[in-house]
């Protein structure tokens, strides 16, 4: 089991060393708020997020930070129980999860080491703006993604194999 339960821990090790680094260069080379043009629709922008996803509670008093830090290490040992208890030839789930994992902690270094999260990837078209994110917010969301896909064909699976 601990070898198994290793494998889809190192991807989530990857996924957190990934995006500390990004963020560290980004913090680095990137002055606060001023948007860098990449590509059409794409801005590197340094920003500094106190509150949840899509600043959620960003306005609160402190609290949220330890609430939001508090929510991230039971989310990531529901995770590891959920990946430990999968069995050994699955591949999507795990990896799913190890997604979700790494980015979650690597947001929770931030919180607690910082007491905000660094977002720096702005998308936009024309007026619109989806609000800056980061390689774990990537992450979280690709796991998420993977999972909700994997729900139908688990199902169909399962019916296949009823008598």
């Not at 922008?45 to 929510?71: D, V, Y």
């Not at 619109?128 to 993977?146: E, K, R």
Request: net charge neutral; proline share 4%.
């Amino acid at each position: 089991m601990a070898a198994k339960l290793g494998r889809w821990l190192a991807w989530a090790l990857v996924v957190c060393v990934l995006d500390q680094v990004t963020k560290h260069l980004a913090s680095a080379m990137l002055d606060y708020g001023v948007p860098h043009p990449v590509l059409p629709g794409f801005n590197l922008t340094l920003l500094h997020n106190t509150g949840a996803a899509f600043s959620l509670l960003h306005e609160a008093s402190g609290w949220q930070r330890w609430f939001l830090a508090g929510i991230a290490v039971l989310v990531g040992g529901v995770v590891i129980a959920w990946m430990a208890a999968l069995d050994a030839t699955q591949r999507w789930v795990p990896l799913a999860l190890a997604l979700i994992l790494g980015g979650a902690i690597g947001n929770l270094v931030d919180r607690l080491l910082l007491g905000h999260v660094v977002d720096f990837i702005q998308l936009y078209y024309e007026r619109w703006s989806w609000p800056a994110f980061n390689i774990a917010d990537s992450a979280i969301t690709v796991g998420a993604l993977m999972l909700i896909l994997h729900g139908p064909r688990q199902g169909r699976a399962d019916s296949a194999q009823k008598p």
